[in-house]
């Protein structure tokens, strides 16, 4: 019932930009927390973004370079980065949380960096 789809991952050049989506399922309310994660090979999986309502907050390793926003019309989540370096190569994973819910994945998007 409950999905997140994210969408727009691919290769990239080093010092390139990509934008990814997820698409939910339902409505996403201003108190839900979406999120975008990551894990490249052998590692755990990291915080990238959040945005709570208009707040947003994010991982001091892609601060000033990635973007998290939503368009609540579309039910829809976006990363936007900039200026892409291969250590930021990764599955990149959407999430979503609600007061008394569980939180839900999406089934993450490659992202490639290349130098």
């Known amino acids: 019932q409950v999905q997140l789809v994210e969408s727009g991952g691919r290769l990239v050049q080093a010092g390139g930009s990509l934008r990814l989506s997820c698409a939910a399922s339902g409505s996403i309310f201003s108190t839900d927390v979406m999120g975008w994660y990551r894990q490249a090979p052998g590692k755990q999986r990291d915080l990238v973004a959040t945005?709570?309502?208009?707040?947003?907050n994010y991982a001091d390793s892609v601060k000033g370079r990635f973007t998290i926003s939503k368009d609540t019309a579309k039910n829809t989540v976006y990363l936007q980065m900039n200026s892409l370096k291969p250590e930021d190569t990764a599955v990149y994973f959407c999430?979503?949380?609600?007061?008394?819910?569980?939180?839900?994945w999406g089934q993450g998007t490659q992202v490639t960096v290349s130098s």
């Open positions: 945005i709570i309502g208009g707040m947003t």
């Open positions: 999430n979503w949380r609600r007061s008394g819910w569980h939180e839900y």
